[in-house]
Every structure is written in C-alpha cells, then in structure tokens.
C-alpha cells in the first residue's frame, strides 16, 4: 500500500549516444549516466541533495523511474513483461500440480523413485517435495 504522506517524483530516462538523461520535471533537476543502473542512482543522489535529506525512503520520498524507449522497444517489451507474467503463473500451477500428483502417488505405496519416473523429476525431487508438503 502506498504512503499518502509519500512525496513522489518522476525521473524521466531518455538514452542519447553515449549516456542515459535523466530529468525531473518538478523539481528541475537533470544528471545522466553511461548506464541505466548509474542514471538512477544519480538521480537520486541529486534529487537527495536538491530535498537537502540524506535518505530519501526515510523522508518517504518516492521515484516513478520512467524509462523512455522507441515505441517499437516499448511494445516488445510489454509483451515480454505479459509473457513472463504467463510463465510465472503457469510455472506456479505445474508446480502445485505436481506436488499433488507426487502425494497422491505416494500414498498409493510407490516409491519415490518410481513417482520420479512417473512424473519425470528425480526422486530426490520427490522426497523434497514430501518434506515441504509434510507429506512425509
């Protein structure tokens, strides 16, 4: 949940040849860096220095990075994030169906090696999985 006694600023990133510009519109402040990871930490430290604070989560001051990419970047990238969004779903539910496929073969009395087998991950994989349901 957001803070509503937060401040939020919005550091706008926009790459030219050589370095990442940052900008903020209010307040104005710019500063840049040959990488993205360098530009944010610059800008706030600039930002820090401009509010005249030494940390600023502590003073509850919040930073919308918006990064600035060609619209065709922009789109691939969004559909990657939706992508990897479907995976990590996907990923969570094969994980719980195998962790109930591997019980439920378990109880009927075969052998951590044979569910590996049947479900195609190791035994030892099976056995953790009993540990960390406390099916054991």
Do not use: C, H
């Not at 378990?106 to 049947?118: A, K, N, Q």
Request: hydrophobic share 40%; charged share 30%.
């Amino acid at each position: 949940m957001a803070d509503p006694d937060a401040k939020t600023f919005v550091a706008t990133y926009t790459r030219d040849d050589r370095a990442w510009i940052v900008q903020f519109r209010d307040p104005d402040i710019a500063t840049f860096g040959r990488t993205l990871a360098s530009a944010k930490r610059y800008a706030r430290s600039a930002l820090a220095v401009y509010l005249e604070v030494d940390d600023l989560a502590a003073e509850g001051v919040e930073i919308v990075d918006d990064v600035r990419l060609p619209s065709e970047v922009a789109i691939e990238i969004t559909r990657l994030v939706d992508q990897r969004s479907k995976v990590d779903t996907l990923r969570a539910e094969v994980a719980e169906a195998t962790r109930r496929a591997a019980t439920d073969l378990r109880r009927m009395g075969l052998s951590t090696r044979d569910v590996g087998e049947i479900l195609g991950i190791s035994g030892a994989r099976v056995a953790q999985i009993e540990r960390e349901s406390g099916t054991t």
